[in-house]
């Protein structure tokens, strides 16, 4: 009996040390990391905040159905109250510490630029959500945008006010940052070459209060249109003194008006301004009106551009993962790839170009009885196509 003693012994022993290598190995992880930074304190709190709830509704959604490939999302989020530094702060620790499979920006295009920097060395993939700037996706090949890049939306603006509304002369106020500078030249690249007048142009500074002045100038120029930019704070100030000032002419905005918030401060002096966003809430795609309700139910707002943005941020990272697993370049194979996504709220998304740039349709919006409607949509090839 002794040497069978002595084998069950070693069979034993044998085992336990096999099952302690095993158990030594890389276990998979139990969730899909996803990080997200966005501004929930600071002057940009309204947007950061819609950003980060949009995100967290398209998690819910993806998780009730499944997950991805049976696995459910972890969302981490972190504020970066949209400066710079502390993007940097924050995308260091969603590598580092979190160990995140991909990020997305729900932040402005300073902050943006800056984070992408650090995922693009770490090769981490991230979707800049609604951030503008052209210099973001130039990052590198790990960095990707589902937001209009700032020539397209500032081109679009240029054929909104020229070709639907048949302006002639046109002032300009920008706002003095990556965002304003960058969706003015677009709009000058395409209205100046069809012969649009730029009567007056003027620069203000973010966080500016005072129009008056700058107004005064506009009503003297006789503009058709003003073209300016802003976020929702300076533009419900601009126009509520624009109205005061008699200011007559057609203000056009982009996506920084696009916020209840921006309704909600300017009352009635909000009705009739249009802008150029990439949000319609007037579609009928499914999963607009899906996004549109839900978002209501959930937070008992109205959802924006911004926020509808970041949704369309995770999914396209959950198409690209579900394609490709979450290897990086795999993520970043299946994003570049992708053709005709309907599932995108701001879509459909039609493909990348080889820049990492959206293509898809370009809408405007025009506000009515004390909300956001259909105003035009743009869809010329020449024209949503990002130049790289």
Known sequence: MRPISRLWVLLI?????????????????????????????????????????????????????????GKKIELIHYDDAAKPDQAVSVAHKLI???KVVAAISGS????????????????????????????????GDMIFRVGALADVEGRAGGALVVDKLGAKRVAIL???????RALTEGFKAYAIPKGVEIVLEEKY????????????????????????????????????QAKEAGVTAQIVGQEGYDSPKFIELAGDAAEGVIIVTDLNRDSDREIV?????????????????????????????????????????????????IENFDQAVTGPILRYTPGR?????IGSQIVR????????????????????
């Not at 650090?118 to 800049?128: C, H, K, R």
């Not at 920008?174 to 304003?180: R, S």
Request: with cysteine.
């Open 205 to 240: 500074p973010l966080g500016e209060t005072d129009f008056r002045p700058l107004l005064e100038k506009i009503k003297e120029a006789n503009p058709d249109v003003i073209w300016a930019t802003a976020y929702y704070a300076e533009a419900a100030n601009l126009v509520r």
């Open 174 to 180: 920008t706002i003095d940052n990556d965002f304003g």
């Open 13 to 69: 022993v044998l085992s336990l040390v096999l099952g302690g290598l095993a158990g030594c190995g890389k276990k998979e992880p139990a969730t899909i990391k996803i990080g997200i930074f966005s501004p929930t304190t600071g002057f940009a709190a309204a947007d950061g905040t819609s950003a980060l709830h949009a995100a967290e509704l398209a998690v819910k959604f993806i998780n009730e159905a499944g997950g991805i490939n």
């Open 289 to 337: 009106q899906k996004f549109l309700s839900e978002y209501k139910k959930a937070y008992n707002l109205d959802a924006d551009m911004v926020g509808a943005s970041a949704f369309d941020a995770v999914q396209v990272l959950a198409y690209a993962i579900e394609k490709g697993g979450t290897d990086p370049q795999k993520i970043v194979e299946a994003i570049a790839g």
């Open 369 to 388: 009885d004390g909300a956001f409607h259909f105003f035009a949509e743009f869809t010329d090839p020449e024209l949503i196509t990002p130049p790289w």
């Open 96 to 98: 580092e510490q979190d």
């Open 357 to 361: 740039e959206v293509v898809r349709p």
């Open 108 to 139: 402005y295009s300073g902050a943006t630029r800056a984070a992408a920097a650090v995922f693009q060395e770490a090769g981490v993939p991230m979707i800049s959500a609604y951030a503008v700037h052209p210099d973001i996706t130039k990052t």
